[in-house]
């Protein structure tokens, strides 16, 4: 198994910034791909962001493009996800997750990082 945990949620301005980590542990040799997604209040969960965890390409969500970046954290088996040019309707609770294919469904979550922007 492995075991996600988000931080670094919080309250931001529309236009500010925040960073958003996701410390992976237990079985990270067989993670091939990490995601972030987020689920807004009475919208369905969406995907954002994800990260191939050797090669480190990286994909992306129309809405988010130029504004988020992925990474891979420097700490060992994180994934930062760099979160600028905020906006109200970037509010919600974000998640990482892990698959172990190429394709598929992601197998392991996160708890959540809830991350509120104000205009």
């Known amino acids: 198994q492995v075991q996600l945990v988000e931080s670094g949620g919080g309250l931001a301005q529309a236009g500010g910034s925040l960073r958003l980590s996701c410390a992976a542990s237990?079985?990270?040799?067989?993670?091939?791909?990490m995601g972030w997604f987020r689920q807004a209040p009475g919208k369905e969960r969406e995907f954002i962001s994800s990260i191939t965890w050797n090669a480190g390409t990286t994909t992306y969500t129309d809405s988010v493009k130029g504004r988020f970046t992925i990474s891979r954290g420097n700490a060992k088996n994180t994934v930062d996800l760099q979160m600028n040019s905020l906006k109200p309707e970037d509010t919600a609770v974000y998640y990482c997750a892990v698959r172990q294919t190429p394709v598929g469904m992601y197998a392991y979550w996160g708890q959540g990082t809830q991350v509120t922007v104000s205009s």
């Open positions: 237990g079985r990270t040799f067989s993670i091939y791909t």
